[in-house]
């Protein structure tokens, strides 16, 4: 159980495009999921929250236009990556939280690997 | 990182030995993790210490959370070749249980 899934798991755009990662939550129900991205040999770095059919929360310094977050449903969550250039090339992970577990309990996808060209 | 760092950033130790991992934080937690980082891949939760215990084990992991220094440490014992990973700690925040932030790591390789 728990299981969090992203789509596409690797992605190579073109500067100046933008590209769509999915993350589901596949047996479970999440109010709240987060945005994270990580640097080669780095550490996650909480980019925002997403919370179902509100407005997602960015953390100081992301750019709320740049990174679109739609939360549309209670197992699904986009993170938009607009007019994407070079610097945006990172692994970007997410983690949604069991609805009906407790707040601490977030569960992690695979990771996209978003290579911009 | 946004809450800790972790040290020694980078660890390398022979089959069998213990890896002892430390990571120290910021603000006051409600809550502090363990994940582990496989290269290139999704995060695997390993253990949960909340605010008000010290010490936690689970199977060959042990875990130790000072609050008062703002630190834990993550003990591996008797490790494995399949233990190479990198090893990250995560907070929350006391005001706020929903947001974790990160550490920056530890890079493990276990030798064969």
């Known amino acids: 159980g728990a299981v969090v899934s992203q789509h596409p798991s690797r992605v190579i755009c073109k500067s100046g495009t933008s590209v769509k990662i999915e993350c589901r939550s596949l047996?479970?129900?999440?109010?709240?999921m987060f945005w994270y991205r990580q640097f080669p040999k780095k550490s996650l770095m909480l980019m925002a929250t997403?919370?179902?059919?509100?407005?997602?929360?960015?953390e100081q310094g992301v750019e709320k236009d740049k990174f679109l977050i739609n939360h549309a449903s209670l197992t699904l969550s986009t993170l938009t990556v607009t007019s994407a250039h070079p610097e945006d090339s990172s692994f970007y992970i997410c983690?949604?939280?069991?609805?009906?577990?407790?707040?601490?309990?977030?569960?992690f996808g695979p990771g996209t690997r978003l290579t911009v060209t | 990182s946004q809450q800790g760092e972790e040290d020694p950033q980078a660890l390398s130790i022979q089959e069998g030995e213990n890896a002892t991992m430390n990571c120290s934080y910021k603000?006051?937690?409600?809550?502090l993790q363990w994940y582990r980082q496989n290269s290139g891949r999704g995060l695997v939760h390993l253990i949960l210490?909340?605010?008000?215990?010290r010490e936690k084990h689970s199977g060959r992991l042990r875990v130790t959370l000072d609050t008062s220094k703002k630190s834990s440490s993550l003990l591996i014992t008797a490790s494995r070749a399949a233990d190479t990973a990198s090893y990250f700690c995560?907070?929350?925040?006391?005001?706020?249980?929903?947001?974790?932030?990160f550490g920056s790591g530890t890079k493990l390789n276990v030798k064969p």
């Open positions: 983690s949604a939280r069991d609805i009906a577990g407790g707040p601490y309990e977030q569960y």
């Open positions: 047996d479970f129900q999440a109010t709240t």
């Open positions: 997403s919370n179902e059919g509100s407005k997602a929360t960015y």
């Open positions: 603000t006051s937690i409600n809550n």
């Open positions: 210490i909340r605010s008000n215990e």
């Open positions: 995560a907070t929350d925040v006391e005001y706020n249980f929903n947001k974790f932030y």
